[in-house]
């Protein structure tokens, strides 16, 4: 069964307004997630590292108030994509990291920005 | 952001060949990953190598550790059609006390009935 479950699994939303996207780990407690981008065709891209209890570490590159990172649980990890624009629609993948230093992956959140 | 060399890019093969991968780096690795993600869906783990020169085997697919712990490779033997996918590779290593993935830019896998 899943170990990493991601919601919503698709949005669309108004140039503007904010999303947030919910990565939760069903089976484990996950004190650091990571926050993924992906486009067409393209590898994954480190968004930034969520840390429970803690500010997240973004990567270089990624706006840090644009997109809001929150781990207030040990189960619980949510990305909100605020004033969204048309550039910001993607595939946005979550992973938590496992026992052995595996890390599983949620099944992504496609956004569209219309 | 920081990516692995991985290759080939795309493969076409015919149902029953096996497929080979490979992915490098400049950097050392403590822990090499290997993904397969099919369209519109997340990464799904295959194998997890932790020790250079390990080789590990996953039912048709085998993984190994590069002794340099700069290099990762993928066998499948005996391909079909449902092995179709993009396979990613992902090094782990640590920074500053933190842990970071870097990911592979991914082999495109058709096979051919």
């Known amino acids: 069964g899943a170990v990493v479950s991601q919601h919503p699994s698709w949005v669309i939303c108004k140039s503007g307004t904010s999303v947030k996207i919910e990565c939760r780990s069903l089976?484990?407690?996950?004190?650091?997630m990571f926050w993924y981008r992906q486009f067409p065709k393209q590898s994954l891209m480190l968004m930034a590292t969520?840390?429970?209890?803690?500010?997240?570490?973004?990567e270089q590159g990624v706006e840090k108030d644009k997109f809001l990172i929150n781990h207030a649980s040990l189960t619980l990890s949510t990305l909100t994509v605020t004033s969204a624009h048309p550039e910001d629609s993607s595939f946005y993948i979550c992973?938590?990291?496992?026992?052995?230093?595996?890390?599983?992956f949620g099944e992504g959140s496609w956004l569209t920005v219309v | 952001g920081q990516q692995l060399n991985q290759s080939p890019q795309s493969m076409f093969i015919q149902e029953g060949e096996d497929v080979s991968m490979n992915c490098t780096s400049s950097?050392?690795?403590?822990?090499w990953l290997w993904y397969k993600q099919d369209p519109g869906e997340g990464p799904v783990l295959l194998i997890a190598?932790?020790?250079?020169?390990e080789l590990t085997s996953n039912g048709r697919l085998t993984a190994q550790f590069g002794i340099t712990r700069k290099d990762s490779f993928l066998n499948i033997s005996a391909s079909i059609p449902s092995d179709v996918g993009i396979y990613f590779c992902?090094?782990?290593?640590?920074?500053?006390?933190?842990?970071?993935?870097?990911f592979g830019t991914g082999t495109r896998l058709k096979v051919l009935a």
């Open positions: 950097s050392i690795f403590n822990t």
């Open positions: 992902a090094g782990q290593l640590t920074t500053s006390g933190t842990y970071k993935y870097i």
């Open positions: 969520s840390n429970e209890g803690s500010k997240a570490t973004y």
């Open positions: 089976d484990f407690q996950a004190t650091t």
């Open positions: 190598l932790y020790k250079a020169g």
């Open positions: 992973s938590v990291l496992a026992v052995g230093n595996t890390i599983y």
